[in-house]
């Protein structure tokens, strides 16, 4: 069918977007931070996180705006967008419209990254929805293999370029949307957009805590006021979702055991993600004081491993536990090795690469562990709400990790500067296998094994 191929190319591209701005953004933030050389490294943490919170914030009722307005629709929205933000920030001339931007294409990444997946899973059997999703996911492997080259190169003439060439593939992915058809719409409420506010300060509030947790101090009146404001919305948020004729998140999902463990293994384990992604990038800059092409060529190994890792995890017929439990295994092993032996000398290049390749293969299995794992249990008119659900939790995680990280570490200089952050890496990866241990599948689709526990199929959205 032509238009099915239309729109795989379509949903292809979607991924490859979402992944490259992660990798190039990271490999470049020590080249956009000499450029704004006033700021501090806590400022430009939002260059990251800005984009972090608003894909988690808006992530899951994008949903249910997709449902009620056309999901094509969403999705194109979500390419004009991601490529006005990514132009924005190409022209930026300071740091607070660079952050802006960066919020913006976050928002574009909310609505095309599971519009794009729900669109690509309607037109396949169910059978074969968790190999789209190991083919969708490896496209992004793919992109996130290719990001640190092209980062470093473009970085190394102009970072600015890392967002011009966002452009054309937005603009590509879009003409291939004039081949589809809308979809049905449903008849379901607008979300609660106040929620989605309330979700992102809450976010936003415990992203600011834990980033300027080292300049504050713990007795700092600032820092327990900024948690304050982070829990109250919190306990906001979830009686309003509780209450709410069309909340924000539709909390029901918590209710199956699996699911909620799954969204805690997810949270941490991509704490670890985003501390390896960012620690590594600053690492190989800062500290080896690589230019930007090489650290780009050397940080390639762990997305390319990745890729193998994806592909490989998508055709196998083990249980989504074993493979959450196995991705956590290889990153406790990944920030343990670095930990220890990763030091100021060139001595123990292989050693970093040894680490990325572990880290790297951990992501690519364990995302499809987690993912399949946790919505397992769900009834099939609550995967949109659970898909969701799991994908914030990655992007929440995400933030912390990079606060996390930007608090410990600083300028990060010396390889001392970075151990606490390898103990927290590999104390994410002990996160994903205690989740891992306590996932149980209970499917609801007639081509699951129930002798075995083998997933056959996954319906993100």
């Not at 992530?59 to 004009?80: I, T």
């Not at 928002?107 to 095309?112: C, D, H, S, V």
């Not at 399949?372 to 949109?384: H, N």
Request: hydrophobic share 55%; charged share 10%; net charge positive.
């Amino acid at each position: 069918m032509p238009g099915r191929n239309y729109l795989l190319a379509a949903a292809l591209l979607a991924s490859v977007l979402a992944s490259l701005d992660l990798f190039v953004v990271n490999l470049a933030f020590a080249s956009i931070s000499e450029s704004f050389p006033v700021a501090t490294p806590q400022t430009m943490s939002w260059i990251l996180n800005a984009y972090g919170i608003a894909f988690a914030a808006l992530l899951v009722p994008s949903g249910r705006l997709a449902d009620r307005f056309g999901r094509l629709r969403l999705f194109r929205l979500g390419l004009v967008l991601f490529g006005a933000g990514s132009l924005l920030a190409a022209l930026a001339p300071g740091v607070a419209v660079l952050i802006g931007a960066r919020g913006i294409q976050g928002g574009g990444a909310a609505l095309i990254v599971p519009t794009s997946l729900a669109l690509l899973l309607g037109q396949y059997q169910r059978p074969q929805h968790k190999k789209m999703v190991s083919i969708w996911s490896a496209s992004g492997s793919v992109a996130a293999a290719g990001g640190p080259v092209l980062g470093g190169l473009l970085s190394e003439y102009d970072w600015r370029w890392i967002f011009v060439i966002n452009v054309p593939i937005a603009i590509l992915a879009l003409l291939l949307t004039t081949f589809l058809k809308e979809e049905p719409r449903q008849e379901t409420r607008t979300p609660d957009l106040f929620g989605v506010a309330l979700l992102a300060v809450a976010i936003g509030a415990l992203v600011t805590a834990l980033s300027y947790v080292s300049n504050w101090g713990f007795a700092s009146p600032g820092l327990w006021g900024t948690v304050t404001v982070s829990i109250g919305t919190i306990v906001w948020f979830v009686r309003r979702c509780l209450n709410h004729a069309s909340p924000a998140v539709d909390l029901r999902v918590f209710r199956t055991t699996s699911f909620s463990v799954a969204a805690v293994g997810m949270a941490g384990f991509y704490i670890g993600f985003a501390v390896m992604l960012l620690g590594g990038s600053l690492f190989l800059t800062n500290v080896w004081a690589w230019s930007p092409v090489i650290a780009g060529l050397g940080f390639s190994v762990g997305p390319g491993t990745a890729v193998v890792a994806a592909l490989i995890a998508g055709r196998t017929r083990r249980a989504p536990r074993w493979l959450a439990g196995l991705g956590s295994v290889l990153f406790v092993l990944g920030g343990t090795l670095w930990y220890f032996l990763l030091n100021d000398g060139h001595n123990s290049i292989p050693v970093m690469f040894a680490g990325l390749a572990l880290t790297g293969a951990g992501a690519g299995i364990a995302q499809t562990g987690f993912l399949a794992g946790g919505v397992s249990g769900l009834q099939p008119d609550s995967y949109a709400a659970g898909t969701g659900v799991l994908n914030t939790a990655r992007q929440i995680g995400s933030a912390l990790g990079v606060a996390a990280l930007i608090a410990i570490v600083g300028a990060g200089t010396t390889a001392s500067s970075y151990r606490f952050a390898w103990i927290v890496l590999a104390s994410s990866g002990l996160v994903g296998i205690l989740s891992a241990l306590l996932i149980r599948e209970q499917f609801n689709d007639p081509v699951t094994s129930a002798e075995d526990g083998e997933i056959e199929s996954v319906s993100p959205l």
